[in-house]
């Protein structure tokens, strides 16, 4: 698994169409619904207007809807939020939205002016006026940059920017020169594609990308199967291929390695699966790669001194299994330089290994220019650890930073010696820090304001015994002086998947939204998540993932039984994976909850391998193709689940048409059968937005009010 994010397009199959009986279609078999899987066709659209109509009308018209909606918007658009920027010798650039630019403007200013209270930013690029220059729903997406130094000093930042229509994955990405704030005439360009890139000079670019527009170049998951070297001056398809990976791959990608003297080494990672993988190096791009002896599971963190930075997601043991057995969860050096030289089976060193209720978060692993910081987990809490690399060898310690939230690094870089580190807690707002490695020095830059009233509210965790006998841990935020009586209207929020952690974090929409009004929020850390390493994660997969709805289960029994709350005043929310969630559990434990919000979910899992992005994610859930793994999703599929005899409660569906990551079929598909049963439900697609759902700042405020208002009809207006 590496850092980028793995979403891509799936063409979707044939389906052998078949009917259990005349009157009662088995959706095992046949699926009446697969219109809707036409994302923009006449019928599913006119279908969508009618739901998005119904569902606005009866929660905007709502009393409490416009206060939601007002809080929101003006959190959303505060002005003394913090602007957290990337340094570029000696400047900071950050990407910013407001009232005043929606779709955001990206800026900079001097290292010295960023940290005063109000700083001079200077424009350097504003997307609302290229989309409107242009006549396009732009949506940035971020930035690849290489900083080329020249002899006489001068520095030169060249940036691939990508940009969506309307917020889709895929991106057009052209070529602009940061230094002098213009697009480079004649630069590299990159049509609309899910395109992936790395500089390996400022004249030679490494891509992997939809070569020819015409999908022949995708692998059956639709991710890119060639990445190639493209230098300046040539035509794209005149570009030098590097490697060419398997069809039933989900993909290729490229990267370039940064060694020890300052030179780039072009590498190409072979994707077997969204957790197994391959690197290949290329010293000779003339010549074939050469493979370099990883565990197949990993995570990479960069590059330092030299070696190759990684986490280890399986037990492993380099050499062949004849060297030292490094634990899944521990951050290894790979010896670069020893291995282009000499040594093929190469020198690899333990770097950190975390202690049994610790973890890794080796996603956020970062590299400076005299040390790597690797963010930690310490039962669901946040710490930094600082390595370094000299004479004595590997040291590791763990540094001086707040306690008892969420730490992330905010940016770093190999040609930089400041980092910058956020902190944030349930009650604690977002505080920014400088870091410099080399003297340890920590001074807190900028902090937000208070968002909402946390003086009377407090944070507590608690452990629930799953079915098994495990312990799942969970916070919850309420009032102080809450009643035992099982009255409190109660948001519990899980995830659990794809090794992603659920940590302390500061949200202003929440607090003003529902805890400052009575709300209890609750976080669930179930497994499939990464909040206890590896192990953790792998405990849910395929075929044991019943295990992950166990445990949030399992938390909701404890806050009952604790008198906490009640269903008639429990609530549930997730999204993505989370939204799958959502829908087991309508589907399984019905009578848990009163309100149910389920964000651009996943809920065919018998054809979800079919749409979009979920070829990638069979390593995940399971195949419909394997028969054992057919028989699981069928049990669990919440959309196969479904019973038109059965009582649930009305949830809350919320996708977005343009989602290229989670097909939006998945979220109608399962409100059509709550409308072909005569059953209540709230649906609610967003024309704009992809997989986040919202395309600016106004959507998310409109968003969460919505939310906000379903979750307050159903569980603070009961009795």
């Known amino acids: 698994m590496k850092k980028y994010l793995i979403a891509t397009v799936l063409t979707v199959m044939p389906w052998a169409y078949g009917m259990a009986d005349e009157t009662t279609p088995d959706f095992t078999v046949t699926d009446p619904n697969i219109w809707m899987e036409k994302v923009e066709s006449e019928r599913s659209l006119s279908w969508v207007k009618k739901q998005n109509s119904r569902t606005l009308t009866q929660l905007q018209k709502d009393p409490v809807y416009q206060d939601l909606f007002s809080k929101a918007e003006a959190i959303i658009n505060i002005e003394e939020r913090i602007p957290e920027g990337t340094i570029r010798n000696g400047e900071v650039y950050n990407f910013w939205q407001d009232a005043d630019h929606v779709r955001g403007i990206l800026r900079k200013t001097t290292w010295d002016s960023y940290q005063t209270p109000s700083p001079a930013w200077q424009t350097v690029l504003d997307i609302d006026q290229l989309a409107e220059s242009e006549q396009k729903n732009w949506v940035y997406k971020g930035s690849e940059c290489f900083t080329a130094h020249a002899a006489a000093g001068n520095v030169s930042v060249h940036c691939m920017m990508s940009l969506s229509d309307g917020g889709k994955d895929a991106a057009v990405q052209r070529e602009f020169n940061l230094t002098e704030k213009r697009w480079v005439k004649d630069g590299f360009s990159l049509p609309e594609a899910k395109s992936y890139v790395a500089w390996l000079s400022p004249d030679q670019l490494l891509v992997a990308t939809d070569w020819g527009s015409d999908g022949s170049t995708l692998s059956e998951s639709g991710y890119p199967t060639e990445v190639k070297l493209w230098k300046r001056g040539t035509p794209a398809a005149e570009a030098t291929l590097l490697y ?47 493979r370099i002896p990883l565990p197949r599971q990993l995570t990479h963190g960069g590059e330092f001194d030299g070696h190759f930075i990684f986490t280890t997601q399986q037990d492993w043991q380099p050499q062949g299994g004849q060297g030292p057995l490094f634990i899944a969860g521990s951050v290894l050096a790979l010896d670069l330089n020893a291995f282009l030289t000499a040594d ?43 390595i370094t690399h000299g004479e004595a060898g590997w040291q590791a310690r763990t540094l001086d930073f707040p306690a008892n939230g969420r730490l992330g690094i905010a940016f770093a ?19 920014l820090m400088s870091y410099n490695p080399v003297n340890d020095d920590i001074r807190t830059l900028k902090s937000l304001p208070v968002q909402f009233d946390a003086s009377d509210l407090m944070v507590e965790q608690f452990e629930a015994p799953s079915s098994d006998g495990t312990l799942i841990p969970y916070f919850l935020v309420h009032k102080k002086d809450i009643p035992l009586d099982g009255t409190t209207p109660t948001l519990l929020y899980g995830y659990g998947g794809f090794q992603v952690s659920m940590q302390p974090f500061y949200s202003g929409l929440n607090g003003k939204l529902w805890l400052e009004r009575g709300g209890a ?63 087991v559990m309508l589907t399984q434990r019905p009578d848990l909850w009163n309100a149910v919000v389920i964000q651009v979910p996943l809920l065919d899992m018998l054809r979800y391998h079919l749409l979009l992005a979920g070829a990638s994610w069979v390593g995940e859930y399971g195949s419909p193709d394997v028969p054992e793994e057919r028989a699981w999703l069928e049990k669990m599929s919440p959309y196969h689940n479904f019973h038109s005899d059965k009582d649930y409660p009305e ?69």
Do not use: C
């Not at 059509?672 to 059953?679: I, N, T, V």
């Open 344 to 386: 093929r089976d190469a020198r690899v060193s333990l770097l950190y290994q975390p202690g049994p209720r610790q973890a890794v978060q080796a996603t956020q692993v970062e590299i400076t220019r005299s040390a790597i910081l690797v963010p930690v987990t310490d039962n669901v809490r946040g710490t930094l650890v600082k």
């Open 244 to 290: 060419r990976g398997e069809s039933a791959d989900l993909g290729a990608f490229p990267m370039a390695l940064r060694l020890a003297e300052g030179r780039y080494l072009a590498a190409a990672w072979r994707e077997e699966n969204f957790w197994e993988s391959a690197l290949y190096v290329y010293p000779d791009p003339a010549k074939p790669g050469i």
């Open 651 to 719: 949830p809350f569906f919320l996708t977005s048409t343009k989602d290229d990551r989670v097909h939006p079929a998945h979220a109608r598909k399962m409100a059509k059968r709550f409308e072909d049963a005569g059953k209540p439900f709230l649906y609610y697609e967003n024309t704009d937005g992809g997989h986040s759902a919202a395309a600016n700042l106004q959507e998310v405020a409109k968003r969460k009010a919505l939310e906000f208002t379903y979750l307050t009809g159903k569980l603070m207006s009961q009795p």
């Open 413 to 431: 870089d190999a040609d930089e010696d400041l980092a910058l580190v956020q902190y944030e807690g349930f009650l604690t707002p977002d505080s």
């Open 521 to 583: 929020y609750v976080l669930a850390n179930i497994r499939g998540g990464g909040e206890f390493g590896p192990q953790w994660h792998q405990a849910g997969l395929k075929t044991q993932r019943q295990i992950i709805y166990d445990d949030f289960i399992a938390v909701a029994e404890q806050l009952i039984a604790k008198k906490i709350t009640t269903p008639q005043h429990l609530g549930i929310m997730g999204g993505s994976n989370g939204g799958l969630l959502m829908g």
